[in-house]
């Protein structure tokens, strides 16, 4: 079923828009599936679940961390991803510089914005974003490639476009100003309910589990 999911959301997707298959608590085996299938990019929420798959599946697939980084878990996270979707403060961001210049690495990230403003998540306020990008612009072993937001995983897909609307806002502000370090390159907004509407707003990167590997246990339907 995997292997049917994936063809279909690549099919679907428009050109230019990139999957990543948002893998949390899903066995290696089914993230093989995904990846044979033609899945190129993992997105895990945690480290050690990264590391646990990364050790079956390794390079065949670029791996995106897409939640929380602890920094305790910085110099692991800095040799398995190839990307940080969820960097929101300069203190995450000078221990990956200084886990990444260790081991002679540049680690392409992206920012990522609370667009709802919403004290319990995480993300920047976006507000805070600018100053948050050029302070973090001057770090030599980080690559800012670019924006994430979350929208609401559940309910109605719309009630999601305000938040991405937001933070495609802040991405175009972005663009122009030539910041070190700086290449406004992703647009990573939208997951199973809400990718379609993330897309109209501008996305061209979405987070996809639920549609791929089927509902988790616990899941609302």
Not at 126 to 147: F, H, V
Not at 157 to 174: C, H
């Amino acid at each position: 079923m995997i292997k049917e999911n994936v063809e279909k959301i690549l099919c679907e997707l428009p050109e230019g828009v990139t999957l990543v298959g948002a893998a949390k608590t899903r066995t290696a085996a089914e993230i093989q599936e995904a990846v044979d299938a033609g899945v190129k990019i993992i997105g895990e929420n945690y480290v050690q679940e990264a590391e646990r798959a990364f050790k079956v599946i390794g390079r065949r697939a670029k791996w995106h961390l897409i939640g929380p980084l602890q920094r305790n878990k910085a110099k692991k996270a800095v040799e398995i991803f190839d990307m940080i979707e969820t960097v929101d403060s300069v203190r995450i961001a000078r221990e990956i510089d200084k886990r990444c210049r260790v081991i002679g690495k540049i680690m392409p990230v992206l920012i990522e914005i609370n667009s709802g403003r919403e004290e319990q998540k995480a993300g920047i306020f976006p507000e805070d974003a600018l100053e948050l990008i050029r302070e973090i612009s001057g770090l030599s072993n980080i690559k800012i490639m670019g924006l994430m937001t979350m929208g609401p995983r559940f309910g109605n897909p719309e009630d999601s476009r305000p938040y991405f609307v937001e933070t495609r806002k802040i991405f175009e502000k972005i663009k122009p100003l030539n910041l070190p370090n700086v290449k406004v390159q992703y647009l990573s907004m939208g997951m199973t309910n809400s990718y379609k509407i993330a897309i109209e707003e501008g996305a061209n990167m979405v987070r996809i589990g639920t549609l791929i590997f089927g509902p988790r246990e616990g899941d609302q339907i």
